[in-house]
């Protein structure tokens, strides 16, 4: 938690409408990342008013003095450098006006359109009319906003520019094409009907007569292929349900399956859809976009925070070819299983424009683990005070692992801290605190994940029901 700092805990129920209160706090951020680009104290609040002995005194006394000094005794200046979340996010934090909801335009990065036509965002070509109308490095994005709403706070930022405001690709590829398109492929892999049909239009990869039997089947190869090629347990899936395959258009619902799931499946079924690509041409074009997808994900996997030229070409190359498949695939099919969402187009810039920077190391991994531990600690509140207690809580978290820290560094502590077996009340005769305190100087038992410097973990657990009775 220390390598992410929170800023504020915002309850959707709560929130008022057109986003009012998204936009204030966004209002404070950008005051206080405005602050960092300067490198001192500022002297007046978000809305302008001067600091002085009336309105926060101990801010008017460190007033134009400097945040943070170096070990040169220079002062230090933050820099904003990208913005990063789902796509639901950036409408709302930059008020977009052209993003995937109703509307002909798509896109606040180039002029793709919903419509068929000149610009159409179905164009997946080296070639394609929108890839033209691209905005310029240093926009800002005004054409972008909705011209019914205030500009975003954020776009004051110093540095601002729309093109660091990037798609995410977790949520672009892992929760987004992979959703639906690796449900969509196992459905003619079952030999089912696809889409509105009622007739299978190719005999099943895994025999059987009836569904449940080939989805048992799928699920043992699945296990097996995982478990030679060492796929982590914590990324597998736990099971391929029926839900999956079932409806016009099948989808992949994030109760049975989580993003490093479904990114961990891909290399399975593209080989299993690789080999049923001769059967006809549909089986192809399937195999086409799975290969595809799962080739650049392979670019990403294999390369650091920078992406080699190569790599990156490569990438880009098969991204286009597997759209280009898909595209070609949900003309084919109008009734399902295949669909080209808006989000197609966003991996075109993810893939094209994403100027050497690799897609699968500026991703929201961690931040959605971030914000899963914060959920928890919100829920262990009280829902009138849960937003303050929150960041309280957090705080005094990272101040706590810091300390850990600085004594590991000085020697002072363990290199790994693990509590003792049975929890902090298993001695006999011990207390709460003694046997909390003399855990970090225990042996570590096997398998324990307790970071280094981090405090033991409290093991022990409330009974549940009375007491059993002694025996006569």
């Not at 302008?48 to 005794?73: I, Q, S, V, Y």
């Not at 893939?351 to 959605?368: F, I, K, S």
């Amino acid at each position: 938690m220390d390598t992410r700092m929170l800023f504020a805990v915002l309850k959707n129920s709560e929130m008022q409408a057109a986003h009012a209160t998204l936009q204030r706090c966004l209002e404070v951020l950008t005051w206080s990342f405005g602050a960092l680009a300067t490198g001192m104290h500022p002297a007046t609040d978000e809305l302008g008013e001067a600091f002085g002995p009336g309105h926060e005194p101990e801010r008017a006394a460190k007033a134009g003095t400097p945040l943070a000094c170096g070990l040169d005794g220079l002062n230090l200046l933050g820099a904003w450098c990208e913005m990063r979340g789902d796509w639901e996010f950036l409408r709302d934090a930059l008020h977009l006006a052209n993003h995937y909801g109703p509307g002909a335009q798509i896109c606040h990065l180039c002029g793709a359109s919903r419509d068929p036509g000149l610009t159409y965002y179905g164009d997946f070509s080296n070639a394609a009319a929108h890839r033209a109308t691209l905005v310029g490095p240093h926009c800002r994005g005004e054409r972008a906003w909705k011209s019914h709403a205030p500009i975003s706070p954020l776009c004051r930022l110093p540095g601002f520019s729309v093109w660091r405001c990037m798609f995410d690709f977790m949520h672009t590829m892992d929760l987004g094409l992979l959703q639906r398109c690796i449900p969509a492929a196992l459905q003619g892999l079952l030999g089912l009907p696809p889409g509105k049909s009622r007739k299978a239009h190719e005999a099943p990869f895994w025999p059987g007569g009836r569904k449940e039997q080939r989805i048992k089947l799928a699920n043992a190869d699945y296990v097996a292929w995982a478990k030679r090629t060492k796929v982590p347990a914590s990324s597998r899936i736990k099971r391929i349900t029926g839900s999956w395959v079932h409806g016009r258009f099948p989808c992949i619902s994030m109760e049975h399956a989580k993003a490093a799931g479904v990114r961990a499946m891909l290399p399975w079924v593209a080989e299993k859809a690789e080999a049923r690509a001769e059967s006809s041409p549909a089986a192809a074009l399937r195999a086409r976009v799975l290969t595809g997808l799962a080739k650049m994900d392979a670019c990403y996997r294999g390369q650091g925070r920078f992406l080699s030229l190569s790599s990156e070409e490569e990438a880009k190359g098969h991204c286009l070819s597997a759209l280009a498949a898909l595209a070609e695939l949900a003309g084919h099919f109008p009734d399902g299983p295949w669909r080209l969402q808006p989000k197609a187009h966003a991996l075109v810039h993810i893939a094209c424009d994403a100027v050497g920077a690799n897609p699968r190391v500026l991703h929201c991994y961690q931040d959605e683990d971030f914000v899963g531990c914060t959920k928890e600690l919100y829920r262990a509140c009280h829902g009138r005070t849960a937003p303050r207690r929150v960041v309280q809580r957090y705080m005094l978290g990272t101040a706590l692992q810091l300390v850990a820290r600085e004594e590991l560094l000085a020697g002072r502590r363990a290199p790994r801290a693990a509590a003792l077996r049975g929890g902090p009340l298993a001695r006999v005769g011990g207390s709460a605190a003694a046997s909390s305190a003399a855990a970090p100087a225990a042996a570590a038992p096997a398998g324990a994940k307790r970071g280094p410097g981090r405090p033991p973990k409290l093991l022990a657990k409330r009974p549940k029901g009375r007491p059993r009775k002694p025996a006569a």
